[in-house]
């Protein structure tokens, strides 16, 4: 479904052809004749009275080659770090845009280093709840 502004475009094209003119136009819609004039002129230049949609922003990295090879990189290295990951796929952005790609993709790879279980048990004690005033 069109906008409205496109409808507006288009009927004003309508009434170009129907042989109105501007005053007579920009008058009917409650527009200025020089917005009128410029979608006459749009038309005539594009061939078109749909409004131009621009591409704002740059173009983001996390293309799908990118994808397909952070895919089969998890599937080779299921216990690579972000670190591993950035330097054997020759990635040129930091470690934290990787995570989020890696997050975004719902993949899961180690964080850090891997370190040896704790022989005398969990390193953060249990919370312990009081009962009554202290």
């Given amino acids: 479904m069109a ?11 309508s009434a170009y052809q129907a042989g109105h003119g501007t005053k007579q136009i920009a008058a009917i819609f409650g527009r200025c004749e020089s917005g009128v004039r410029r979608v006459r002129q749009n038309h005539r230049e594009r061939g078109t009275a749909d409004p131009l949609l621009h591409l704002r922003g740059r173009r983001g990295k996390f293309t799908d080659d990118i994808k397909a090879r952070l895919r089969q990189y998890e599937s080779d290295h299921p216990d690579a770090t972000l670190a591993e990951i950035k330097r054997d796929l020759n990635l040129e952005v930091s470690i934290s845009t ?5 997050r975004k993709l719902g993949l899961s790879f180690k964080k850090s280093p891997c370190m040896p279980p704790s022989r005398i048990g969990p390193m953060l004690p249990q919370r312990v709840s009081r009962g009554g005033s202290g």
Avoid: F, G, M
Wanted: glycine content about 0%; aromatic content about 12%.
């Fill in 98 to 102: 990787v995570d989020r790609w890696v």
């Fill in 3 to 13: 906008s409205q502004a496109t409808l507006t475009r288009r009927w004003i094209i």
